[in-house]
Protein backbone atom coordinates (compact mmCIF):
# COMPACT_ATOMS: atom_id res chain seq x y z
CA UNK A 1 0.00 0.00 0.00
CA UNK A 2 2.91 2.40 0.94
CA UNK A 3 4.71 1.76 -2.29
CA UNK A 4 1.30 2.22 -4.27
CA UNK A 5 0.92 5.81 -2.50
CA UNK A 6 4.55 6.26 -3.42
CA UNK A 7 4.30 5.76 -7.24
CA UNK A 8 0.94 7.62 -7.45
CA UNK A 9 3.01 10.62 -5.53
CA UNK A 10 5.92 10.43 -8.30
CA UNK A 11 2.90 9.84 -11.05
CA UNK A 12 1.68 13.30 -9.86
CA UNK A 13 4.77 14.96 -9.36
CA UNK A 14 5.36 14.13 -13.18
CA UNK A 15 2.42 15.48 -14.28
CA UNK A 16 2.53 18.67 -12.51
CA UNK A 17 6.17 19.57 -12.57
CA UNK A 18 6.19 20.47 -16.56
CA UNK A 19 3.43 22.86 -15.71
CA UNK A 20 4.79 25.14 -13.10
CA UNK A 21 8.94 24.05 -14.41
CA UNK A 22 8.13 25.65 -17.47
CA UNK A 23 9.18 29.52 -18.90
CA UNK A 24 6.84 32.21 -19.25
CA UNK A 25 8.44 31.91 -22.95
CA UNK A 26 6.99 28.18 -23.33
CA UNK A 27 3.63 28.74 -21.18
CA UNK A 28 2.87 31.67 -23.91
CA UNK A 29 3.76 29.63 -26.83
CA UNK A 30 1.35 26.83 -25.58
CA UNK A 31 -1.52 29.26 -25.03
CA UNK A 32 -1.05 30.38 -28.66
CA UNK A 33 -0.82 26.83 -29.90
CA UNK A 34 -4.11 25.75 -28.22
CA UNK A 35 -5.93 28.53 -29.12
CA UNK A 36 -4.89 28.65 -33.09
CA UNK A 37 -5.48 24.16 -33.00
CA UNK A 38 -7.80 23.78 -30.33
CA UNK A 39 -9.44 26.48 -29.64
CA UNK A 40 -13.24 27.65 -29.09
CA UNK A 41 -13.68 30.73 -29.82
CA UNK A 42 -14.42 30.96 -33.23
CA UNK A 43 -17.18 27.86 -32.72
CA UNK A 44 -18.60 29.80 -29.71
CA UNK A 45 -19.27 32.87 -32.08
CA UNK A 46 -20.16 31.02 -35.55
CA UNK A 47 -23.15 29.80 -32.45
CA UNK A 48 -23.71 33.24 -31.06
CA UNK A 49 -23.86 35.11 -34.58
CA UNK A 50 -25.94 32.71 -36.71
CA UNK A 51 -28.23 30.80 -34.16
CA UNK A 52 -29.07 33.65 -32.12
CA UNK A 53 -27.65 36.48 -33.63
CA UNK A 54 -28.13 40.42 -32.64
CA UNK A 55 -28.92 41.07 -29.40
CA UNK A 56 -29.96 44.83 -28.82
CA UNK A 57 -31.01 44.90 -25.20
CA UNK A 58 -34.09 44.29 -24.05
CA UNK A 59 -34.31 42.04 -26.98
CA UNK A 60 -34.89 38.36 -27.69
CA UNK A 61 -32.16 37.62 -28.49
CA UNK A 62 -29.91 39.05 -25.59
CA UNK A 63 -32.05 36.98 -23.63
CA UNK A 64 -31.10 33.95 -25.85
CA UNK A 65 -27.52 35.09 -25.16
CA UNK A 66 -28.00 35.65 -21.75
CA UNK A 67 -29.04 31.64 -21.43
CA UNK A 68 -26.37 30.39 -23.83
CA UNK A 69 -23.85 32.23 -22.41
CA UNK A 70 -23.88 30.83 -18.99
CA UNK A 71 -24.64 27.21 -20.12
CA UNK A 72 -21.30 27.43 -21.92
CA UNK A 73 -19.54 28.92 -19.08
CA UNK A 74 -21.06 25.75 -17.07
CA UNK A 75 -19.48 23.34 -18.98
CA UNK A 76 -15.67 24.72 -18.91
CA UNK A 77 -15.92 23.41 -15.23
CA UNK A 78 -15.54 26.97 -13.55
CA UNK A 79 -15.55 27.17 -10.04
CA UNK A 80 -18.54 29.81 -10.12
CA UNK A 81 -20.89 30.75 -12.46
CA UNK A 82 -23.85 33.05 -12.43
CA UNK A 83 -26.03 35.58 -13.69
CA UNK A 84 -25.85 39.14 -12.32
CA UNK A 85 -29.49 41.22 -12.39
CA UNK A 86 -29.48 44.66 -14.28
CA UNK A 87 -32.58 46.41 -15.46
CA UNK A 88 -31.68 47.72 -19.29
CA UNK A 89 -33.67 49.82 -21.65
CA UNK A 90 -35.70 48.40 -24.98
CA UNK A 91 -35.64 50.17 -28.15
CA UNK A 92 -37.28 48.63 -30.98
CA UNK A 93 -36.52 49.86 -34.90
CA UNK A 94 -39.99 48.40 -35.66
CA UNK A 95 -40.23 48.07 -39.86
CA UNK A 96 -37.64 49.09 -42.24
CA UNK A 97 -36.88 53.31 -42.73
CA UNK A 98 -37.50 54.49 -45.78
CA UNK A 99 -36.08 58.00 -47.64
CA UNK A 100 -35.27 59.89 -50.09
CA UNK A 101 -34.16 63.11 -52.04
CA UNK A 102 -36.37 65.25 -53.97
CA UNK A 103 -34.67 67.45 -56.59
CA UNK A 104 -38.22 69.11 -57.60
CA UNK A 105 -41.67 67.69 -57.50
CA UNK A 106 -42.08 63.79 -58.46
CA UNK A 107 -38.26 63.68 -58.57
CA UNK A 108 -36.89 61.38 -56.36
CA UNK A 109 -33.82 59.70 -55.33
CA UNK A 110 -33.93 56.80 -52.67
CA UNK A 111 -31.15 56.56 -50.20
CA UNK A 112 -30.40 54.69 -47.11
CA UNK A 113 -30.79 55.59 -44.06
CA UNK A 114 -31.75 53.62 -40.67
CA UNK A 115 -32.81 55.03 -36.93
CA UNK A 116 -30.18 55.90 -34.55
CA UNK A 117 -30.57 53.97 -31.62
CA UNK A 118 -32.92 55.78 -29.01
CA UNK A 119 -34.37 58.02 -31.38
CA UNK A 120 -38.26 59.08 -31.68
CA UNK A 121 -40.16 58.10 -34.11
CA UNK A 122 -41.21 59.95 -37.50
CA UNK A 123 -44.81 61.05 -37.75
CA UNK A 124 -47.13 58.58 -39.45
CA UNK A 125 -46.68 60.00 -42.60
CA UNK A 126 -42.30 60.97 -42.43
CA UNK A 127 -40.90 63.98 -42.40
CA UNK A 128 -40.16 66.25 -45.29
CA UNK A 129 -38.23 69.26 -45.26
CA UNK A 130 -35.50 71.43 -46.70
CA UNK A 131 -32.37 70.90 -45.77
CA UNK A 132 -29.54 72.78 -43.79
CA UNK A 133 -26.01 71.37 -44.36
CA UNK A 134 -23.45 71.51 -41.16
CA UNK A 135 -20.12 70.27 -39.95
CA UNK A 136 -20.19 70.84 -36.50
CA UNK A 137 -22.33 72.73 -33.53
CA UNK A 138 -20.49 75.92 -34.05
CA UNK A 139 -21.62 76.25 -37.98
CA UNK A 140 -25.11 75.43 -36.57
CA UNK A 141 -25.18 78.05 -33.90
CA UNK A 142 -24.04 80.44 -36.62
CA UNK A 143 -26.90 79.89 -38.68
CA UNK A 144 -29.11 80.93 -35.76
CA UNK A 145 -32.94 80.27 -35.22
CA UNK A 146 -34.35 81.45 -38.50
CA UNK A 147 -32.36 79.73 -40.97
CA UNK A 148 -32.84 76.41 -38.99
CA UNK A 149 -36.53 76.01 -37.85
CA UNK A 150 -38.53 73.81 -39.28
CA UNK A 151 -35.76 72.06 -41.71
CA UNK A 152 -33.88 69.21 -41.42
CA UNK A 153 -30.23 69.26 -40.26
CA UNK A 154 -27.33 67.68 -41.91
CA UNK A 155 -24.56 66.94 -39.76
CA UNK A 156 -21.68 65.94 -42.77
CA UNK A 157 -18.85 65.87 -40.82
CA UNK A 158 -16.42 62.77 -41.74
CA UNK A 159 -13.98 60.53 -40.01
CA UNK A 160 -10.74 61.91 -40.11
CA UNK A 161 -9.06 59.71 -43.21
CA UNK A 162 -5.47 61.06 -42.21
CA UNK A 163 -5.66 59.64 -38.30
CA UNK A 164 -3.79 56.40 -37.83
CA UNK A 165 -5.69 55.83 -35.03
CA UNK A 166 -8.86 54.83 -36.58
CA UNK A 167 -10.39 55.49 -32.93
CA UNK A 168 -9.56 58.64 -32.90
CA UNK A 169 -11.22 59.58 -36.04
CA UNK A 170 -14.18 58.16 -34.29
CA UNK A 171 -14.14 60.07 -31.48
CA UNK A 172 -13.41 63.25 -33.39
CA UNK A 173 -16.98 63.09 -34.80
CA UNK A 174 -19.02 61.03 -33.18
CA UNK A 175 -20.56 63.96 -30.71
CA UNK A 176 -22.49 65.05 -34.05
CA UNK A 177 -24.58 61.06 -33.72
CA UNK A 178 -24.58 61.33 -29.84
CA UNK A 179 -25.67 64.92 -29.28
CA UNK A 180 -26.79 66.12 -33.15
CA UNK A 181 -30.60 66.03 -31.83
CA UNK A 182 -30.30 67.78 -28.75
CA UNK A 183 -28.37 70.61 -30.25
CA UNK A 184 -30.49 70.97 -33.54
CA UNK A 185 -33.84 71.02 -31.30
CA UNK A 186 -32.43 74.42 -29.65
CA UNK A 187 -32.97 75.71 -33.08
CA UNK A 188 -36.34 74.23 -34.20
CA UNK A 189 -35.10 71.63 -36.28
CA UNK A 190 -38.05 69.00 -37.69
CA UNK A 191 -35.06 66.54 -37.42
CA UNK A 192 -31.54 65.56 -37.72
CA UNK A 193 -29.82 62.90 -40.54
CA UNK A 194 -26.08 62.39 -39.98
CA UNK A 195 -23.10 61.31 -42.00
CA UNK A 196 -22.24 57.30 -41.05
CA UNK A 197 -19.63 56.86 -38.54
CA UNK A 198 -17.68 55.46 -42.16
CA UNK A 199 -14.26 55.77 -43.21
CA UNK A 200 -15.27 53.95 -46.36
CA UNK A 201 -17.57 54.87 -49.16
CA UNK A 202 -20.52 52.96 -49.16
CA UNK A 203 -24.42 52.63 -48.95
CA UNK A 204 -24.72 51.42 -45.71
CA UNK A 205 -25.94 53.10 -42.86
CA UNK A 206 -24.61 52.92 -39.49
CA UNK A 207 -26.58 53.16 -36.47
CA UNK A 208 -25.50 54.15 -32.75
CA UNK A 209 -27.15 55.61 -29.48
CA UNK A 210 -28.31 59.28 -29.27
CA UNK A 211 -29.42 61.35 -26.22
CA UNK A 212 -31.97 63.53 -25.94
CA UNK A 213 -30.34 64.47 -22.33
CA UNK A 214 -33.60 65.54 -20.54
CA UNK A 215 -35.20 67.55 -23.77
CA UNK A 216 -39.29 67.13 -22.73
CA UNK A 217 -40.77 64.39 -24.96
CA UNK A 218 -42.65 66.82 -27.54
CA UNK A 219 -39.22 68.79 -28.29
CA UNK A 220 -37.69 65.66 -29.31
CA UNK A 221 -36.98 65.51 -33.00
CA UNK A 222 -36.14 62.06 -35.32
CA UNK A 223 -32.51 61.18 -35.71
CA UNK A 224 -31.37 59.08 -38.62
CA UNK A 225 -27.91 58.21 -40.04
CA UNK A 226 -27.03 58.14 -43.41
CA UNK A 227 -24.60 56.08 -45.72
CA UNK A 228 -21.42 58.01 -46.91
CA UNK A 229 -22.78 57.83 -50.37
CA UNK A 230 -25.68 59.11 -49.96
CA UNK A 231 -23.94 61.87 -47.50
CA UNK A 232 -22.08 62.87 -50.50
CA UNK A 233 -24.85 62.75 -52.63
CA UNK A 234 -27.19 64.89 -50.42
CA UNK A 235 -24.26 67.33 -50.13
CA UNK A 236 -23.20 67.55 -53.94
CA UNK A 237 -27.26 68.11 -54.60
CA UNK A 238 -27.42 70.88 -52.20
CA UNK A 239 -24.58 72.58 -53.50
CA UNK A 240 -26.12 72.91 -57.30
CA UNK A 241 -29.79 73.84 -55.59
CA UNK A 242 -30.14 74.92 -51.72
CA UNK A 243 -33.60 73.46 -52.19
CA UNK A 244 -33.42 70.12 -52.35
CA UNK A 245 -36.03 68.31 -49.92
CA UNK A 246 -35.45 65.43 -47.83
CA UNK A 247 -38.31 62.87 -46.52
CA UNK A 248 -37.59 60.34 -44.40
CA UNK A 249 -39.60 57.68 -42.33
CA UNK A 250 -38.82 55.44 -39.05
CA UNK A 251 -41.10 54.03 -36.67
CA UNK A 252 -38.87 53.59 -34.10
CA UNK A 253 -40.14 53.18 -30.30
CA UNK A 254 -38.67 53.43 -26.96
CA UNK A 255 -40.38 51.22 -24.32
CA UNK A 256 -39.98 50.40 -20.81
CA UNK A 257 -36.53 49.33 -18.95
CA UNK A 258 -36.81 44.75 -18.79
CA UNK A 259 -34.62 43.10 -16.73
CA UNK A 260 -31.30 41.29 -18.54
CA UNK A 261 -28.60 40.46 -16.82
CA UNK A 262 -24.39 40.13 -16.97
CA UNK A 263 -22.91 36.70 -17.20
CA UNK A 264 -20.30 36.53 -14.92
CA UNK A 265 -18.06 33.13 -14.65
CA UNK A 266 -14.81 32.60 -12.23
CA UNK A 267 -12.07 30.65 -11.48
CA UNK A 268 -10.99 31.15 -7.59
CA UNK A 269 -7.22 32.17 -6.83
CA UNK A 270 -4.91 29.59 -4.95
CA UNK A 271 -3.32 32.72 -3.03
CA UNK A 272 -5.67 35.52 -3.35
CA UNK A 273 -9.26 34.50 -3.60
CA UNK A 274 -10.55 37.92 -2.26
CA UNK A 275 -8.31 39.75 -5.08
CA UNK A 276 -10.25 39.44 -8.81
CA UNK A 277 -8.85 40.28 -12.18
CA UNK A 278 -11.53 40.71 -14.80
CA UNK A 279 -11.76 40.04 -18.50
CA UNK A 280 -14.78 40.59 -20.85
CA UNK A 281 -16.66 42.04 -23.19
CA UNK A 282 -20.26 42.88 -23.97
CA UNK A 283 -22.63 40.55 -25.26
CA UNK A 284 -25.45 43.17 -26.55
CA UNK A 285 -25.10 44.33 -29.98
CA UNK A 286 -27.14 46.16 -32.63
CA UNK A 287 -29.83 45.22 -34.08
CA UNK A 288 -28.29 45.86 -37.68
CA UNK A 289 -26.21 42.84 -38.27
CA UNK A 290 -25.47 39.85 -35.73
CA UNK A 291 -22.54 42.01 -33.92
CA UNK A 292 -19.84 39.37 -34.72
CA UNK A 293 -17.26 41.94 -34.48
CA UNK A 294 -18.96 44.45 -32.21
CA UNK A 295 -18.77 42.87 -29.67
CA UNK A 296 -19.16 38.67 -30.29
CA UNK A 297 -15.38 38.55 -31.09
CA UNK A 298 -14.60 39.97 -27.11
CA UNK A 299 -17.18 38.01 -25.85
CA UNK A 300 -16.04 34.69 -27.28
CA UNK A 301 -12.00 36.02 -26.64
CA UNK A 302 -13.06 36.53 -22.88
CA UNK A 303 -14.42 33.03 -22.58
CA UNK A 304 -11.14 31.72 -24.13
CA UNK A 305 -9.11 32.98 -21.91
CA UNK A 306 -10.47 31.12 -18.82
CA UNK A 307 -11.00 27.75 -20.96
CA UNK A 308 -6.83 28.25 -21.56
CA UNK A 309 -6.05 29.17 -18.16
CA UNK A 310 -8.13 26.26 -16.95
CA UNK A 311 -6.73 24.05 -19.86
CA UNK A 312 -3.29 24.49 -18.89
CA UNK A 313 -3.55 23.21 -15.62
CA UNK A 314 -1.97 26.59 -13.74
CA UNK A 315 -3.52 27.16 -10.92
CA UNK A 316 -3.86 31.50 -10.79
CA UNK A 317 -3.07 33.04 -7.93
CA UNK A 318 -5.79 35.77 -8.25
CA UNK A 319 -9.14 35.42 -8.72
CA UNK A 320 -10.02 35.58 -12.51
CA UNK A 321 -13.42 36.22 -13.80
CA UNK A 322 -14.96 36.69 -17.55
CA UNK A 323 -18.06 38.92 -17.49
CA UNK A 324 -20.12 38.96 -20.33
CA UNK A 325 -21.58 42.82 -19.96
CA UNK A 326 -24.91 43.69 -20.67
CA UNK A 327 -26.04 46.79 -22.55
CA UNK A 328 -22.79 48.78 -23.66
CA UNK A 329 -24.16 50.08 -27.00
CA UNK A 330 -26.91 52.10 -25.53
CA UNK A 331 -26.70 52.43 -21.46
CA UNK A 332 -23.76 51.23 -20.27
CA UNK A 333 -25.57 49.68 -17.15
CA UNK A 334 -23.85 46.40 -17.21
CA UNK A 335 -20.36 47.86 -16.03
CA UNK A 336 -21.92 50.32 -14.27
CA UNK A 337 -23.38 47.17 -12.22
CA UNK A 338 -21.07 45.23 -11.88
CA UNK A 339 -18.56 48.16 -10.81
CA UNK A 340 -21.51 49.49 -8.35
CA UNK A 341 -22.07 45.47 -6.60
CA UNK A 342 -18.53 45.33 -6.67
CA UNK A 343 -17.72 48.27 -4.57
CA UNK A 344 -20.96 47.71 -1.89
CA UNK A 345 -19.21 43.95 -1.67
CA UNK A 346 -16.25 45.39 -0.70
CA UNK A 347 -14.60 43.43 -3.22
CA UNK A 348 -11.05 44.68 -4.64
CA UNK A 349 -10.31 44.41 -8.27
CA UNK A 350 -6.51 44.45 -9.00
CA UNK A 351 -6.97 44.17 -13.11
CA UNK A 352 -9.58 44.11 -15.47
CA UNK A 353 -8.74 43.85 -19.43
CA UNK A 354 -11.37 44.11 -22.34
CA UNK A 355 -11.76 43.27 -25.51
CA UNK A 356 -14.59 45.61 -27.56
CA UNK A 357 -12.62 46.54 -30.93
CA UNK A 358 -13.27 43.95 -32.88
CA UNK A 359 -12.16 40.24 -33.98
CA UNK A 360 -8.96 41.99 -35.95
CA UNK A 361 -5.16 40.86 -36.00
CA UNK A 362 -4.23 41.52 -32.43
CA UNK A 363 -0.98 44.37 -32.38
CA UNK A 364 -1.04 44.73 -28.65
CA UNK A 365 -2.96 46.78 -25.93
CA UNK A 366 -3.67 50.13 -24.18
CA UNK A 367 -2.89 50.15 -20.15
CA UNK A 368 -4.61 52.87 -18.09
CA UNK A 369 -2.48 52.63 -14.63
CA UNK A 370 0.08 54.22 -13.13
CA UNK A 371 3.95 54.47 -14.09
CA UNK A 372 5.27 51.10 -12.17
CA UNK A 373 2.69 49.16 -13.72
CA UNK A 374 3.18 50.63 -16.99
CA UNK A 375 6.95 49.92 -16.75
CA UNK A 376 6.05 45.93 -15.80
CA UNK A 377 4.63 45.65 -18.79
CA UNK A 378 6.67 47.06 -20.69
CA UNK A 379 9.22 44.52 -19.63
CA UNK A 380 6.45 41.88 -21.06
CA UNK A 381 7.18 43.14 -24.45
CA UNK A 382 9.74 40.62 -25.73
CA UNK A 383 7.43 38.11 -24.65
CA UNK A 384 4.90 38.72 -27.22
CA UNK A 385 7.31 40.34 -29.90
CA UNK A 386 7.53 37.03 -31.82
CA UNK A 387 3.23 37.02 -32.14
CA UNK A 388 4.60 40.08 -33.80
CA UNK A 389 2.88 42.12 -30.91
CA UNK A 390 4.44 45.34 -30.30
CA UNK A 391 1.28 48.00 -29.11
CA UNK A 392 2.29 48.99 -25.74
CA UNK A 393 0.98 52.17 -24.32
CA UNK A 394 -0.71 54.07 -22.27
CA UNK A 395 -4.46 55.57 -23.60
CA UNK A 396 -8.00 53.78 -22.87
CA UNK A 397 -9.04 50.43 -21.80
CA UNK A 398 -12.80 49.63 -22.64
CA UNK A 399 -16.35 51.23 -21.83
CA UNK A 400 -17.49 48.44 -19.45
CA UNK A 401 -14.55 48.06 -17.24
CA UNK A 402 -13.86 51.55 -17.01
CA UNK A 403 -16.98 52.03 -14.18
CA UNK A 404 -14.11 50.27 -12.12
CA UNK A 405 -11.46 52.78 -12.35
CA UNK A 406 -9.71 53.61 -9.51
CA UNK A 407 -5.74 54.38 -8.07
CA UNK A 408 -5.45 50.96 -7.25
CA UNK A 409 -6.28 49.00 -10.57
CA UNK A 410 -4.88 48.16 -13.97
CA UNK A 411 -6.87 48.52 -16.75
CA UNK A 412 -5.99 47.30 -20.14
CA UNK A 413 -7.90 47.19 -23.95
CA UNK A 414 -6.70 44.54 -26.50
CA UNK A 415 -5.51 46.56 -29.12
CA UNK A 416 -6.60 44.57 -32.72
CA UNK A 417 -5.53 46.65 -36.12
CA UNK A 418 -8.42 49.08 -36.73
CA UNK A 419 -8.05 49.54 -39.78
CA UNK A 420 -10.98 47.68 -41.20
CA UNK A 421 -13.47 47.90 -37.84
CA UNK A 422 -15.32 51.06 -38.52
CA UNK A 423 -16.18 49.55 -42.24
CA UNK A 424 -18.59 47.05 -40.00
CA UNK A 425 -19.28 48.99 -36.76
CA UNK A 426 -23.02 49.09 -35.80
CA UNK A 427 -23.68 48.06 -39.45
CA UNK A 428 -25.36 45.33 -41.08
CA UNK A 429 -22.31 43.77 -42.63
CA UNK A 430 -21.27 43.51 -39.34
CA UNK A 431 -21.56 39.58 -39.82
CA UNK A 432 -20.03 36.33 -39.21
CA UNK A 433 -18.84 35.91 -42.35
CA UNK A 434 -16.93 39.19 -41.50
CA UNK A 435 -14.42 37.39 -39.23
CA UNK A 436 -11.08 35.83 -39.95
CA UNK A 437 -10.74 32.37 -37.21
CA UNK A 438 -7.08 32.71 -37.22
CA UNK A 439 -7.26 36.77 -36.55
CA UNK A 440 -9.93 35.63 -33.78
CA UNK A 441 -8.24 33.05 -32.04
CA UNK A 442 -4.62 34.57 -31.82
CA UNK A 443 -6.13 37.73 -29.97
CA UNK A 444 -7.70 35.18 -27.39
CA UNK A 445 -4.20 34.02 -26.96
CA UNK A 446 -2.82 37.06 -27.15
CA UNK A 447 -5.15 38.28 -23.92
CA UNK A 448 -4.44 34.98 -22.11
CA UNK A 449 -1.40 36.01 -22.00
CA UNK A 450 -1.67 38.94 -20.60
CA UNK A 451 -4.05 37.72 -17.66
CA UNK A 452 -1.40 34.82 -16.76
CA UNK A 453 1.75 37.64 -16.59
CA UNK A 454 -0.47 39.92 -14.05
CA UNK A 455 -1.75 37.27 -12.27
CA UNK A 456 1.56 35.81 -11.91
CA UNK A 457 3.45 38.97 -10.88
CA UNK A 458 1.26 40.91 -9.69
CA UNK A 459 0.07 44.33 -9.44
CA UNK A 460 2.88 46.72 -7.90
Not at 385 to 410: C, M, Q, R, T
Request: aromatic share 10%.
Amino acid sequence: MVKFKSTFFLLALLITVPVFSQSDEEIIREFYKQSLTNGKSFDWLNYLSNQIGSRLSGSLGAEKAVDWGKEELEKLGLDNVWLQPVMVPKWVRGAKEYAFIESEPGKTTTVNICALGGSVETPALGIKANVVEVHNFEELEALGKDKIEGKIVFYNRPMQADLIQTHEAYGGCVNQRYMGAVEAAKYGAAAVIVRSMNLRLDDLPHTGAMTYNDLPVEQRIPSAAISTNDAELLSTMLELDKNVKFYFKQSCKQLKDVQSYNVIGEITGSEFPNEYMVVGGHLDSWDLGDGSHDDGAGIVQSMEVLRLIKESGIKPKHSIRVILFMNEENGLRGGEKYAEEAEQKGEKHVFALESDSGGFTPRGFSFDCDDANFNMALSWEPLFKPYLIHYFEKGGSGADIGPLKNDNIVLAGLRPDSQRYFDYHHASNDTFDAINKRELELGAATMTSLMYLFDKYGVK
